[in-house]
């Protein structure tokens, strides 16, 4: 679903690039095939320059895909492991001697008498401030100065500035920050155990199937007499006859071809 949202979002971004270009590129050009051509490859370019500065932005912030699908995966590990607060006291003790452990956190005492907390939160829910609540009166008696929470997202916007409310420091790290602050950082890394099936890409034949199901020749008939019906009171194109020539075809293809169109098994029981 995530996969289909930002398809959608891109189609939506060239698609108001393309009706931005076309509303000034029509007003210069009298034939309408030519301003929409013209805005097509206009629209085309402009979303190749900003998808390209896009790209460089985030290859500078943040982190890669790969090491995004890393971390997923190795929070995804911890989770499923019976004792994830090892790895941290293993991390932990690269660069600290003193560290006690406890069933989700460890506690590390500094050699200037402060001590750092940090607690693992393996919840898919999110940390939200109830969820949050839970944790901070599990630990407040350990009395430390700052508290470092590792969750998988936090699900509550309200969350850090409520922490505000409290005495000690807290730094609440997500599964992608947790990598890159602390796995990355010590050189230490949970080993995947588990993974997250990547989502399978719709194939072509898939594609067609979708597109030229019987469920959608009402859509391409529809908007083929749209166009039809504004050939009336405007003067007809070589770009509403094709476009309008293709939405017919493609409500014929839709609705009596035997491929896409394939009855379902009777029920049984």
Same mark, same amino acid.
């Given at each position: 679903?995530?996969?289909?949202?930002?398809?959608?979002?891109?189609?939506?971004?060239?698609?108001?690039?393309?009706? #931005? *270009?076309?509303?000034?590129?029509?007003?210069?050009?009298?034939?309408?095939?030519?301003?929409?051509?013209?805005?097509?490859?206009?629209?085309?370019?402009?979303?190749?320059?900003?998808?390209?500065?896009?790209?460089?932005?985030?290859?500078?912030?943040?982190?890669?895909?790969?090491?995004?699908?890393?971390?997923?995966?190795?929070?995804? *590990?911890?989770?499923?492991?019976?004792?994830?607060?090892?790895?941290?006291?293993?991390?932990?003790?690269?660069?600290?001697?003193?560290?006690?452990?406890?069933?989700?956190?460890?506690?590390?005492?500094?050699?200037?008498?402060?001590?750092? #907390? #940090? %607690?693992?939160?393996? *919840?898919f829910e999110g940390l939200n401030i109830p969820r949050f609540m839970t944790i901070y009166n599990k630990i407040k008696k350990e009395k430390c100065g700052k508290i470092?929470?590792?969750?998988?997202?936090? *699900?509550?916007?309200?969350?850090?500035?409520?922490?505000?409310?409290?005495?000690?420091?807290? #730094?609440?790290?997500?599964? %992608?920050?947790?990598?890159?602050?602390? %796995?990355?950082?010590?050189?230490?890394?949970?080993?995947?155990?588990?993974?997250?099936?990547?989502?399978?890409?719709?194939?072509?034949?898939?594609?067609?199937? %979708?597109?030229?199901?019987?469920?959608?020749?009402?859509?391409?008939?529809?908007?083929?007499?749209?166009?039809?019906?504004?050939?009336?009171?405007?003067?007809?194109?070589?770009?509403?006859?094709?476009?309008?020539?293709?939405?017919?075809?493609?409500?014929?293809?839709?609705?009596?071809?035997?491929?896409?169109?394939?009855?379902?098994?009777?029920?049984?029981?």
């Amino acid at each position: 679903m995530r996969r289909i949202s930002l398809i959608f979002q891109e189609i939506l971004k060239f698609v108001l690039i393309f009706l #931005l *270009s076309f509303i000034w590129l029509r007003y210069f050009i009298r034939k309408l095939w030519i301003a929409v051509l013209v805005s097509v490859l206009v629209s085309a370019a402009i979303y190749g320059i900003l998808l390209f500065f896009q790209r460089r932005k985030q290859a500078k912030i943040g982190l890669k895909l790969k090491e995004k699908m890393d971390a997923e995966n190795m929070f995804l *590990s911890l989770a499923c492991e019976d004792k994830p607060i090892d790895f941290f006291v293993q991390l932990a003790s690269k660069k600290h001697d003193n560290i006690t452990k406890h069933k989700n956190h460890l506690v590390i005492k500094h050699e200037t008498g402060t001590k750092t #907390l #940090l %607690y693992a939160d393996f *919840s898919f829910e999110g940390l939200n401030i109830p969820r949050f609540m839970t944790i901070y009166n599990k630990i407040k008696k350990e009395k430390c100065g700052k508290i470092v929470i590792c969750c998988r997202e936090v *699900s509550d916007k309200q969350l850090v500035s409520f922490c505000q409310n409290f005495e000690e420091k807290f #730094l609440i790290l997500d599964e %992608y920050q947790t990598y890159e602050k602390l %796995y990355k950082f010590y050189d230490c890394f949970p080993k995947i155990t588990h993974q997250y099936k990547k989502e399978k890409r719709l194939a072509f034949k898939e594609f067609l199937a %979708y597109s030229f199901n019987k469920q959608r020749t009402k859509g391409y008939l529809f908007s083929s007499l749209i166009l039809i019906l504004c050939g009336l009171f405007v003067r007809t194109t070589i770009y509403y006859c094709v476009i309008a020539s293709l939405l017919v075809v493609f409500a014929l293809i839709s609705q009596f071809n035997p491929y896409f169109n394939v009855k379902g098994e009777p029920e049984i029981l």
